[in-house]
């Protein structure tokens, strides 16, 4: 069975800092892909982060530059690492496992698994 479990979330002022742990079981991060999303009351999950099996990792426009994806195989976690955060950044982050078809690392719809979320909220 796999579980993603988050960590790290919280408040913090505009320009602030905050590291977001997935932690995985049942599911290998080695050699496999991984995405951070977030998302909004009203709004769609939105891809903010992906690494694939060759370490490779992509961002969206909004946070390039800000925002780094790192994993440690000996933990089997992902993390993301979020620098001058905005206030506009203020979402539930998940991580997300389990890439399908179509195989985008920033679509919501290319993964089987999810964790439950965790609150980030940046003031202005």
């Known amino acids: 069975q796999v579980q993603l479990v988050e960590s790290g979330g919280g408040s913090v002022q505009s320009g602030g800092s905050l590291r977001l742990s997935c932690a995985a079981s049942g599911y290998s991060v080695r050699n496999n892909n991984m995405g951070w999303f977030r998302q909004v009351p009203g709004k769609e999950r939105e891809g903010v982060a992906g690494i694939d099996s060759a370490r490779n990792t992509i961002y969206a426009d909004s946070v390039k530059g800000r925002f780094t994806v790192s994993q440690d195989n000996a933990k089997n976690t992902v993390y993301l690492q979020m620098n001058s955060l905005k206030p506009e950044d203020t979402a539930i982050y998940y991580c997300?496992?389990?890439?399908?078809?179509?195989?985008?690392?920033?679509?919501?719809?290319?993964?089987?698994?999810w964790g439950q979320g965790a609150q980030v909220t940046v003031s202005s």
């Open positions: 997300a496992a389990g890439l399908r078809s179509p195989w985008r690392l920033l679509l919501h719809s290319s993964y089987n698994y």
